[in-house]
């Protein structure tokens, strides 16, 4: 699923598994991809012994269901460097509707993250996108934190700088080229539950017609 950041599938379980959520807003890397308004959010997830995983998932609004707003796409493969690290590459394809403005934003993302026992991960990518003028390859560097505070309770923060995926047509719209991006929240977790409350910014420049990133996003999740 997409919620803030793209987070790496782990491969520690094996067989699939997957999940359905209810979530207060999309978000990709700081960039509104719905208005406020609840979201279905539903994935399924592959894995092997060996370290692959495979996933797929996909998202719409609740009150226009059957409206896929964003499908995702993920082959992974996770390996152990020591006893404290992993580390991860990912192929991750984007999907949007053809009918709507965000389908110039469909891509494909080559990712490489390092994760140190589950608390930090730190991820770099790049980004080719489909559609336009202008679809060279999109940079993005990302770091991730969680720490438990209580049992079942953790703390989940994050920051990010990316390049902007599509550059505005008019030469006299100023934006800039890259923008920066961060979240900071609470997660409850228990069993198959997850509940998520996170507070979201982003300076990226609002673009004519794009939502913008609601300060605060929440997200319950279930598992199987």
Do not use: C
Request: aromatic share 12%.
């Amino acid at each position: 699923m997409t919620f803030g950041f793209v987070a790496p599938l782990h491969a520690q379980s094996v067989g699939t598994t997957g999940t359905v959520a209810i979530s207060s807003q999309l978000v990709d890397r700081g960039v509104a991809i719905t208005p406020s308004t609840p979201i279905l959010q539903g994935a399924v997830s592959w894995s092997t012994p060996s370290g692959w995983s495979l996933g797929l998932s996909g998202s719409t609004r609740i009150r226009s269901p059957g409206r896929i707003v964003e499908t995702l796409a993920q082959a992974a493969h996770s390996w152990t460097v020591s006893s404290d690290w992993q580390m991860q590459a990912a192929l991750i394809y984007y999907r949007y509707p053809s009918s709507g403005p965000w389908h110039v934003y469909d891509r494909t993302e080559l990712a490489v993250y390092w994760i140190y026992r589950d608390i930090l991960t730190v991820g770099l990518s790049g980004s080719q996108l489909f559609h336009g003028a202008d679809h060279g390859p999109r940079g993005a560097a990302d770091i991730g934190f969680r720490w438990p505070l209580a049992p079942h309770l953790t703390l989940s923060a994050g920051a990010g700088i990316a390049q902007t995926l599509v550059r505005p047509r008019y030469p006299y719209y100023a934006e800039s080229a890259h923008y920066a991006y961060g979240q900071l929240g609470l997660i409850w977790d228990n069993g198959p539950w997850r509940v998520e409350l996170a507070h979201i910014a982003s300076d990226q420049e609002k673009r004519h017609g794009q939502p913008g990133v609601s300060p605060w996003t929440a997200t319950i999740a279930r598992s199987f």
